[in-house]
């Protein structure tokens, strides 16, 4: 399976904090069936100062890590970048790590704050498109106001948004309202992938195994796992073994 939104990577954002973290996350990871992770760090100007340059680094050296450690995850570099204005700087810098490309779109992770849909963001998204870039809604299900009315993503998804639903929602760790969120996106077919958004191990493991077989009681089981699979394989531009 691939993972393509994680924070497996330490000291940059409120994910693992320690190396020995990170590492402890890689094998559950692995453990669960996993075999490439995107590490997604937060990219949220004003609070979590990343920027690809920044996050390059150590990307390499953690995967030299996990070599010598001799885990079996394969990390690509990716970012949850928040909606915002300052967001947009960056892009204009090119100094946003991206998922992949698709179709001539560059695929973007993209967040929400957890409790609004910002005024502008269709404007924000028009913006994006405009520059050949798709957005990833990541953990929509987790956000109060779409929570409250799921068909506001309606706007977005019409415009050409994708949506990451998070692996947990769907067996309930987010609580009994993200999980009905969750399994009516995935009834109305508007998820595009499934993922961990793994912080920690305690609350927030990299568990994507148990998001699939839920989510294959709603879809079945070949729609479920493309979600890990042939559609994350394809945003990364790697071929399946």
Not at 16 to 29: D, G, M, N, W
Not at 35 to 60: C, D, F
Not at 87 to 109: C, K, T
Request: proline letters at 6%; hydrophobic letters at 45%; a negative charge.
């Amino acid at each position: 399976m691939i993972d393509l939104h994680s924070h497996l990577l330490f000291g940059v954002d409120d994910g693992a904090q320690t190396l020995e973290e990170s590492l402890a996350l890689a094998r559950h990871a692995v453990a669960d069936g996993i075999r490439v992770s995107v590490l997604t760090p937060h990219v949220h100007p004003g609070r979590y100062e990343n920027s690809r340059k920044s996050l390059l680094p150590h990307v390499g050296a953690f995967q030299s890590a996990l070599d010598a450690a001799a885990i079996p995850l394969q990390v690509r570099l990716g970012a949850e970048v928040r909606i915002g204005l300052e967001s947009l700087e960056l892009l204009a810098d090119d100094d946003v790590p991206f998922l992949g490309e698709v179709g001539g779109y560059r695929v973007m992770l993209l967040e929400f704050p957890h409790q609004t849909i910002p005024v502008g963001s269709q404007q924000f998204i028009e913006r994006l498109l405009q520059w050949k870039i798709r957005p990833l809604i990541a953990h929509p299900e987790r956000n109060k106001a779409i929570m409250a009315q799921p068909e506001r993503l309606l706007p977005f998804l019409e415009l050409g948004c994708w949506l990451q639903v998070t692996a947990g929602s769907i067996v309930g760790r987010f609580g009994d309202a993200s999980r009905a969120v969750a399994l009516q996106l995935l009834k109305n077919g508007w998820v595009h992938v499934i993922a961990t958004d793994a912080h920690n191990l305690r609350h927030r493991p990299p568990d994507l195994r148990e998001g699939v077989d839920a989510a294959a009681a709603i879809i079945g089981e070949a729609a479920a796992w493309r979600m890990v699979t042939e559609r994350p394989a394809e945003i990364l531009g790697v071929k399946l073994t």
